[in-house]
């Protein structure tokens, strides 16, 4: 399994930036796909999480209401849409794949492939 992230960048608090996680070598019928941040020096913290089945979703208490996970099954293809930014969300992002959610999906163990990280800033 490949995990491709992409679409970090440098964005202005208030601003928006959608990341991407192209993902290929898995059958994705039920599988859960996540995402996850980590700070230097912090332990890694869950962002959000979709089943690829029913496409039910999951996000953490500090972007509830500012971030969106979808996905595109035509191209494998699961996004992090991130709005209204802050200084805080300044991470470097990572994008997992797991066989499914049924512990939750919003713990590290529940996923076994990992994709690269995309770093995200966000200036005050």
């Known amino acids: 399994v490949q995990l491709q992230a992409y679409g970090g960048g440098l964005v202005q608090a208030g601003g928006s930036l959608r990341l991407s996680c192209a993902a290929s070598?898995?059958?994705?019928?039920?599988?859960?796909m996540g995402w996850f941040r980590q700070v230097p020096g912090k332990e890694r913290e869950f962002v959000a999480y979709?089943?690829?089945?029913?496409?039910?979703?999951g996000y953490g208490d500090s972007v509830k209401g500012r971030f969106t996970i979808s996905r595109d099954n035509t191209k494998n293809t699961v996004y992090l849409r991130m709005d209204s930014l802050k200084p805080e969300d300044t991470a470097v992002y990572y994008c997992?794949?797991?066989?499914?959610?049924?512990?939750?999906?919003?713990?590290?163990?529940?996923?076994?492939?990992w994709g690269q990280g995309t770093l995200v800033t966000v200036s005050s």
């Open positions: 997992a794949s797991g066989p499914d959610c049924g512990l939750g999906g919003t713990a590290e163990y529940e996923y076994d492939y």
């Open positions: 070598g898995r059958t994705f019928g039920n599988s859960c």
């Open positions: 979709i089943d690829w089945g029913d496409i039910s979703t």
